[in-house]
């Protein structure tokens, strides 16, 4: 069965600093991946995704992901935090019959001045 | 286009009593999943709807019902409320139902139960 572990419930970083949140997966089949970033009292809005093809992932806001199959991996970086970066990333797949996000407990970013 | 949008945005209800939530699709959508979000058990999936045909259902119990119109607009209901329903319901939606494409949030109804 699909899952996913995203390492760290909190990370805080400072302004200008390089952001790094972790995500592990484990699928069964060739995994479909996704971030999400989500602000405080609003939805879930889409950083980017990994379906086929190039490895690396670039998204929205300067963030990026790079799909690591031997690692199980899909972290998200972003070289300089902005103030703005502030909130709840999410990493997920999609369920084995593809109709469902599975998702992780979510990573709470803080950026210091 | 106009993103996903849900109603209401705030709702407070009492055990024992029931409640509807609305979600309506992007326009050309035709797949509306729902989710529900809490502090303990984080985002967990709740059904799928695919042209008015349930597709996937999450693990919970039969309390919690949707449906999904001709329009593609769906309503998720929950009778006999607890307390441990009290939680974000956020509805997505997306284009076609390939595994690869993008659902695209609502910004969620918060459902208080006292």
């Known amino acids: 069965a699909q899952s996913v572990t995203q390492l760290g419930s909190h990370v805080s970083v400072s302004e200008g600093a390089l952001v790094l949140l972790r995500c592990n997966y484990s699928s069964s089949v060739p995994p479909y991946l996704f971030w999400y970033v989500q602000y405080p009292n609003q939805g879930l809005q889409l950083l980017l995704k990994y379906t086929t093809g190039a490895t690396l992932v670039k998204g929205i806001n300067g963030f990026e992901a790079e799909f690591k199959k031997s690692e199980t991996s899909f972290h998200l970086t972003k070289p300089s935090a902005h103030m703005s970066d502030a909130a709840e990333y999410f990493c997920a797949v999609k369920n084995q019959a593809g109709t469902a996000l599975i998702f992780g407990k979510g990573t709470t970013l803080s950026v210091s001045s | 286009k106009a993103g996903v949008t849900q109603t209401p945005r705030y709702l407070i209800k009492t055990r024992g009593q029931q409640v509807t939530l609305s979600c309506s699709p992007i326009?050309?959508?035709?797949?509306v999943s729902w989710y529900q979000q809490t502090p303990g058990q984080g985002l967990q999936f709740l059904f799928e709807?695919?042209?008015?045909?349930?597709?996937n259902k999450g693990n919970f119990p039969g309390r919690f019902s949707g449906r999904q119109f001709s329009n593609s607009r769906s309503e998720m209901n929950v009778s006999t409320l607890e307390l441990g329903d009290s939680a974000l319901y956020l509805c997505a939606s997306r284009e076609s139902s390939g595994p690869e494409e993008t659902q695209y949030f609502g910004p969620g109804t918060r459902l208080l139960v006292l």
């Open positions: 326009s050309g959508h035709r797949s």
């Open positions: 709807y695919f042209s008015e045909t349930q597709r």
